[in-house]
């Protein structure tokens, strides 16, 4: 993508109508570099990934493990198995609660202290990528499902570009930008591999263009690989694949599809590192690496956790600054509040955000100011879609509406009425998507 | 923090919607922008008017409030946000009254306004120029400029701003400028033309040419400087003259991003075209292309275009009236459709109609078609074709 003197000046302009440029809130914390943490007190380690991957224990109660060592073994090609974050002694073996799943089987593993560890080998050639990523346990963030299902899903719908998502365009997350700070060699070559397993003939590694020498020191890691550097403007939602497609190819995924449909694959950054540790150093998932921010939280910043950290030693270790009234799994404006206690961190968690002050602002009327027509990416009329919550049948372009919503949260951000606009969207989306394949009507009435 | 204190303020936290950072914008911040904006340009009418003015926008709020507040609580009707919008509107309603009412106009005026455009109508019609326009038609005598064969009407002099009475004002034979113009002492005000009674009568063919000068006495002896105009120093509604404080708390309300910079634009820009294209009538015959006239060597139609534009009504009309969030297209692009309406609209009826508030009623008629004009700038949904992307507004 050739560059002219005014987009060099100006930076690119946004791809797609809509979007919002939203204060970032990354300003100290991006500086801080990736911090470990050392185990703390028992992991309640989840044994699957998601919870109809079904996975059996390997492991039993009493028994000693090293890091990296597996805990549990698929019982099917679609599942993955998971390894242990560290060496310890399993206390039993019982389930635990994550927020995106809730209740998982899962192993509570008691750290000794040493650093014993499974044998690298570098013996992995003989077998697929594929295959070691299966073995490695690596899970893909979006969509949610283990990386070498996803890759044999865009195989087998013959993708042609491959397209690695670094464009953390939500406020407060870090986690990829500091990736590409520190590894940014790393990245270039496991993107390299995997666009060679998938047989792309395009891999493109997306950055924000704000981040510029962030996208010069990987425009000269890229230099004679066949991985392009492509820096966008980060207007949110730049960072959702449909509007990666959009941007960076030009092609419109239709609403409700998937993007393996336009011969796209779209990898998160996250995916790429957690692939990059199983294909060039023969390491399993076995840390999440993720930014613990927001206005409660006393030493903000990355870091390296190991999964089945339960949440609240996580925030005990990082610091607080006052009891958090809000706390939010995930992005701020995709991820969930929880106000469980004993959830832990999973192998696909990226962000962990407290804040000391709840927003508590009641929903009054719709006051047609008509923001988050103008700001939503897709283009759809959230207030329209509002009024199917009183509405028992939805007609077809509305049915069309609800499939094309990305579920940003753009207009329940920027919504001065405070409506839920997003959160309604997607719960009539869920009522109405059992009634589309209904034979006969069910439109009709 | 202690290991056993708590780290979760577990009631609050249950809230499982994203997003969790909300934008810093609620309605009540935009209303009480409004608000705020509204007061500043009353404040500079309380200048030019007196305390006469300060005594009509009082009573319009008064009464457009109590009556919406008697509405709310006889219906049970419970909602945040509504009385600063009710509010608003007594103020914009006030705005758009002429000081030297009597007290029931401007209480039947906030009346109007709450009742019929506030809670009949819902606030669809911009509620103030409901009551506006009804009590035009009501005090038709008192308020209109027709018929009289000089209409007049009162401004403080710059000596007495603020404090002077509005009811001894006398009148002064080669009027030369707000500025430059001192009444005799016992004497506060000014007894003016108002500019749109003299745009209105020269449209006409009222003014007389002299000679081959069509618009050089409408200039010279009919209009006030065109500053006075952009000062306010000109009779009319209260908050309708100062074009420079309208201007002014328009932009701040396009910087805080509650008033869409299209909108204006596109009202005034209208308006522009409106009145260079559109002709007046001449000792018989009519002339066309107006803004291209040049007498004596000055571009008297350029100055006969932009008096147009700052006489009065246009700039409230296109800063503070039209961009109301209830009553207007909710995106750009419609807002752009609905500007052009009221700017060729009121031009329109200024030049050929018989109905005066003439901004007003444009507003009022496009009010009435943003529901079309929403239909028709509905946004193409991605991965459509642009045919499937009609999502019944």
Redesign the interface.
């Known amino acids: 993508m050739q560059m002219s003197l005014l987009t060099h000046l100006l930076g690119p302009r946004s791809a ?2 809509g979007g919002l440029y939203l204060p970032d809130r990354k300003a100290g914390l991006a500086r801080r570099p990736i911090q470990t943490l050392h185990p703390e007190g028992p992991l309640h380690v989840p044994l699957t990934v998601r919870r109809d991957l079904t996975t059996e224990p390997v492991v039993r109660k009493g028994d000693r493990v090293v890091l990296g060592q597996a805990l549990s073994r698929a019982t099917n090609d679609q599942a993955v198995g998971v390894h242990a974050p560290c060496a310890g002694e399993i206390l039993s073996l019982e389930r635990v609660w994550t927020v995106e799943d809730g209740f998982l089987p899962g192993a509570v593993l008691v750290p000794d202290g040493s650093s014993d560890k499974v044998p690298q080998h570098q013996g992995w050639d003989d077998e697929s990528i594929i295959v070691q990523l299966a073995e490695c346990g690596v899970v893909c963030d979006m969509p949610r499902a283990p990386l070498h299902v996803v890759m044999r899903d865009a195989i087998a719908a013959g993708v042609t570009d491959l397209i690695v998502n670094a464009m953390e365009t939500e ?1 407060y997350l870090t986690a990829d930008l500091r990736t590409l700070v520190e590894y940014p060699g790393r990245m270039i070559d496991a993107t390299c591999e995997l666009a060679d397993a998938l047989g792309v003939s395009r891999a493109i590694l997306a950055v924000p263009f704000r981040h510029r020498r962030v996208v010069r020191r990987l425009q000269s890691e890229a230099a004679g690989r066949y991985v392009e550097i492509v820096a966008l403007s980060n207007p949110y939602p730049q960072c959702h694949p ?1 509007m990666l497609v ?1 941007a960076i190819l030009d092609r ?4 409700g ?1 998937s993007i393996l449909s336009e011969d796209a694959v779209v990898l998160p950054l996250a995916t790429v590192r957690r692939a990059s540790d199983a294909i060039l150093s023969d390491l399993p998932t076995t840390h999440a690496l993720m930014t613990v921010a927001g206005d409660a939280v006393e030493h903000a910043g990355t870091y390296r956790v190991p999964v089945g950290t339960p949440l ?1 030693r996580l ?2 270790r990082v ?2 600054l006052a ?6 799994y995930g992005g ?8 469980y ?1 004993d959830a832990v961190v999973t192998h696909d968690s990226k962000a962990l ?3 000391g002050r ?5 929903p ?2 719709c ?4 923001w988050c ?2 700001d ?6 959230p207030p ?2 509002m009024r199917l919550e009183t509405e028992a049948t939805c ?1 077809e ?2 049915r ?2 609800l499939r ?1 919503c990305i579920e940003c ?1 753009l207009c ?7 409506l ?1 606009l ?2 309604t969207i997607i719960r009539n989306r869920i009522r109405f998507a059992g009634t589309e394949s209904a034979p006969e009507g069910g439109t009709r009435h | 923090m202690t290991a056993g204190a708590p780290w979760l303020l577990s009631p609050s936290a249950l809230r499982g919607e994203p997003p969790h950072r909300r934008g810093i914008s609620t309605h009540r911040h935009i209303l009480r922008t409004w608000i705020a904006a509204a007061a500043v340009v009353g404040f500079v009418g309380c200048a030019l008017f007196g305390i006469d003015a300060l005594r009509v926008i009082i009573v319009t709020l008064i009464f457009t409030f109590g009556v919406d507040l008697m509405f709310v609580v006889s219906l049970r009707r419970a909602s945040s946000g509504r009385l600063s919008r009710t509010f608003l509107i007594g103020v914009l309603a006030g705005l758009t009254l002429p000081a030297d009412v009597d007290w029931h106009v401007a209480a039947i005026c906030g009346t109007v306004s709450a009742a019929v455009g506030n809670v009949i109508f819902g606030g669809w019609l911009h509620p103030a120029l409901v009551g506006r326009v009804f009590v035009q038609f009501l005090f038709w005598e008192k308020l209109s400029l027709a018929g009289a064969t000089v209409a007049l009407g009162p401004v403080l002099s710059a000596a007495n701003l603020f404090v002077g009475d509005l009811n001894q004002a006398v009148r002064v034979e080669h009027y030369q400028g707000w500025l430059e113009t001192t009444p005799p002492p016992p004497a506060d005000a000014l007894e003016l033309t108002p500019p749109l009674w003299s745009l209105r009568q020269f449209a006409q063919g009222q003014i007389p040419a002299d000679g081959r000068l069509i618009f050089e006495p409408l200039l010279r002896d009919s209009l006030p400087p065109w500053i006075d105009t952009l000062i306010g120093a000109v009779p009319g509604g209260i908050g309708e003259t100062s074009t420079l404080a309208i201007v002014v708390v328009g932009f701040f309300l396009i910087y805080r991003g509650y008033l869409r910079w299209q909108l204006p634009v596109a009202v005034l820009t209208s308006a522009f075209v409106a009145a260079s294209i559109l002709p007046i009538e001449s000792g018989g015959d009519y002339v066309w292309f107006p803004v291209f006239a040049i007498e004596g060597g000055r571009a008297v139609g350029l100055a006969y275009v932009l008096y147009h534009l700052t006489a009065g009504q246009l700039m409230l009309g296109a800063f503070l009236l039209a961009g109301d969030v209830v009553s207007s297209p909710m995106r750009a692009h419609g807002q752009v459709v609905y500007g052009i309406g009221i700017g060729v609209l009121t031009i329109f009826m200024r030049l050929y109609g018989v109905l005066e508030c003439e901004c007003y009623w444009a507003i009022l008629i496009m009010n009435v078609l943003v529901g079309t004009i929403d239909r028709f700038t509905s946004r193409r949904i991605l991965g459509t074709a642009p045919a499937d992307d009609s999502v019944a507004a």
Do not use: N, Y
Request: proline letters at 13%; a negative charge; aromatic letters at 4%.
């Open positions: 797609f109508d406020p449909v959009k419109e995924v239709a609403p599809a609240a925030a005990k610091g607080m009891p958090a009234a809000q706390a939010v701020p404006l995709t991820g969930s509040a929880f106000g206690e955000l407290l804040f709840a927003d508590v602002s009641r009054v009327p006051v047609r100011c008509g027509i103008e939503c990416p897709v283009g759809i009329d329209a879609l007609s372009p509305k069309i509406a094309a949260g329940s951000h920027v919504c001065p009425s405070r839920p997003s959160e």
